[in-house]
């Protein structure tokens, strides 16, 4: 983000891409009889395993965001806008075609796994989300900021109401982007609650990130919000519960994971905006501006995308923790040193894709 460029974000990403990697190794790979509730090891592996996800929402609603917020002061948000919808749609595609299974198509089979809505699809519609609310909010900042947060207040406390949803009269492309029955991973909503806040904050930062003692003053908002967040979220939807008698807000308290995730989302911000200065420049910022490129070399090698050959078809559920902690270790190595030397940036792969459909318009 220049001028300004605020380091501490690509360090966010870094540590979300790095935790994914080791993440879905692990649990694609480990054998069940390894997974014990009761481990304490196993417990931390998993509850930060979990603000992978928030934490790359989160991140790119608000990078997006204060792109758009900047282009929009200089005059010129246009071309901001078109990379916008472009880049939304672009993830969507990359998403799908890391179903594909190039082997099972030639044999003439078709499977519905193609359709499942997966992290990349989400962000994608995300941004695209984010880029219309621009479009019409963009000259009344104030109230852009206010419907943001409201999106994302109403995306997690509505949880319960699509937490188990069906949905039989849409088509299935289209189903999934609301629905896990079919499959998919994640669904627009809650999702793009963390986008709406990332974008909120984005907000915050574009109009005040000038001001004197603006990052101690960020650094303590985030500590403080992400503790109450992780520790009294609960508590306030109970208590605006026996105040206005409304159910949801009970049943939203009862499981609250939405607010509390983000609460770990802010202090991970909190952390990486103090540490700022260090990270300048370094391999963990330089691992954060590639973060697309490692999604994709990961999910092929891990996944086996277009032959159906990856490690889960040759060792799904059969190491044991030694192997698996080991194996991560290797598997993140491997997917950098790719990433770093195939792919030298994220835009290696949009200026690939742009080169392809200039080809095809000529």
């Given at each position: ?117 997966d992290v990349l699809q ?158 300048k420049q370094s391999i ?47 598997f993140v190595l491997v ?28």
């Amino acid at each position: 983000m220049q001028p300004n460029r605020l380091y501490f974000i690509d360090a966010v990403r870094a540590f979300a891409i790095l935790m994914m990697l080791q993440g879905h190794f692990i649990d694609t790979l480990i054998d069940p009889i390894f997974r014990d509730p009761n481990n304490i090891i196993y417990n931390i592996w998993s509850y930060f395993r979990g603000i992978t996800a928030p934490v790359f929402f989160t991140i790119s609603g608000l990078v997006f965001a204060y792109l758009l917020l900047r282009a929009h002061a200089k005059g010129d948000d246009q071309p901001r806008i078109k990379k916008g919808f472009f880049r939304g749609l672009l993830l969507i595609g990359i998403g799908y075609s890391l179903r594909i299974n190039l082997v099972s198509w030639f044999c003439g089979y078709f499977s519905s796994y193609f359709f499942v809505i997966d992290v990349l699809q989400c962000i994608g519609f995300s941004l695209i989300i984010l880029v219309s609310l621009h479009i019409l909010f963009k000259h009344f900042s104030y109230l852009f900021s206010i419907i943001l947060f409201s999106i994302g207040c109403l995306c997690f406390v509505a949880e319960p109401l699509y937490r188990d949803l069906i949905i039989d009269n849409l088509p299935l492309p289209i189903a999934n982007y609301m629905t896990k029955a079919n499959g998919s991973i994640f669904t627009i909503l809650p999702w793009f609650g963390y986008s709406a806040f990332g974008a909120f904050i984005s907000t915050v930062f574009f109009r005040h990130a000038h001001r004197n003692r603006f990052k101690p003053y960020t650094i303590m908002t985030f500590f403080v919000t992400g503790y109450l967040l992780i520790y009294h979220s609960t508590w306030t939807l109970l208590e605006l519960h026996y105040i206005t008698d409304i159910e949801l807000l009970k049943q939203s308290a009862n499981y609250n994971y939405l607010f509390i995730r983000l609460g770990n989302v802010l202090i991970l911000f909190g952390l990486f905006y103090a540490l700022e200065r260090f990270l300048k420049q370094s391999i963990i910022a330089r691992i954060g501006e590639k973060t697309l490129s490692i999604y994709v070399i990961h999910f092929i090698i891990l996944f086996g995308s277009y032959t159906s050959y990856g490690l889960k078809r040759f060792l799904k559920l059969s190491l044991n923790p030694t192997e698996a902690i080991f194996g991560a270790i290797l598997f993140v190595l491997v997917v950098c040193f790719i990433s770093f030397h195939y792919a030298k940036t994220n835009t290696f792969v949009y200026n690939m894709v742009r080169r392809l459909i200039n080809r095809f318009k000529n």
